[in-house]
């Protein structure tokens, strides 16, 4: 089964600053892969389809990249309600696998 | 706007068994592949199960292979997770999720999910 990999598995930044998570399938997945946010008692929300098509209704500060193995969700701009934890899932066959997931935290 | 809605979750002993339910409304629930997901206390999300739109395939993972069963009423719009064997590993809260349907990469990811279900294995 391919296995996804985050990093870092948490971090701290301040408002606005750029942040990068990153994350890595073990075999080539194209561009199958998607990103969640899900903050503590609410439900996952889906920010990155397609690798890097941004669902609608999600600020344009989170974009996605990557193909293949490599993939990168970046805010742009991080703000307070932004904090969660963010996982990709990668969705080309089964299982449906998701990363370890990765908390952001406002410094 | 699509719903989806858990329930059946509890508290039961370890061995015993737990059916969750999934109502989903407000879409076509025939055309769509669904999936179960669940998020243990403290941990990430974990893929459980899948089910094709007709019931024809269903997939599950290693973890729960075996002891779960998910299958769907299309006449009820409703989908199942049937679980036996139940170990305290299997806490968790359980959601159903609906996979986008659409051509290559454009299928497959979930768009909608339920509000959770609590499901606690302890004696």
């Known amino acids: 089964d391919i296995q996804m990999t985050q990093s870092p598995s948490s971090l701290s930044a301040s408002v606005g600053d750029r942040v990068t998570i990153t994350c890595r399938a073990s075999?080539?997945?194209?561009?199958?892969l998607a990103w969640y946010q899900h903050k503590p008692g609410k439900v996952p929300k889906l920010l990155i389809y397609a690798a890097s098509a941004l669902q609608s209704g999600v600020p344009s500060r989170f974009s996605g990249s990557g193909s293949g193995t490599d993939f990168t969700l970046t805010i742009r701009s991080l703000q307070p309600e932004d904090v969660a934890t963010y996982y990709c899932?990668?969705?080309?066959?089964?299982?449906?696998?998701f990363g370890q997931g990765t908390k952001v935290e406002i410094k | 706007q699509v719903q989806l809605v858990e329930s059946g979750g509890g508290v039961v002993q370890p061995g015993r068994s737990l059916r969750l339910s999934c109502a989903a409304s407000?879409?076509?629930?025939?055309?769509?592949?669904m999936d179960w997901v669940r998020q243990a206390p403290g941990k990430g999300l974990e893929w459980v199960a899948l089910i094709s739109n007709d019931g024809g395939n269903k997939y599950y993972a290693d973890s729960v292979k075996g002891r779960f069963t998910i299958s769907r009423d299309n006449s009820k719009n409703t989908l199942y997770l049937q679980m036996n064997s139940l170990r305290a590993e299997d806490t968790a809260v359980y959601y159903c999720?609906?996979?986008?349907?659409?051509?290559?990469?454009?299928?497959?990811?979930?768009?909608?999910w339920g509000q959770g279900t609590l499901v606690t294995v302890s004696s």
């Open positions: 899932q990668k969705y080309n066959s089964v299982p449906r696998a």
């Open positions: 407000t879409f076509t629930f025939t055309t769509y592949t």
């Open positions: 075999q080539g997945i194209s561009n199958y």
């Open positions: 999720a609906r996979e986008h349907r659409g051509e290559l990469s454009l299928e497959g990811f979930f768009d909608y």
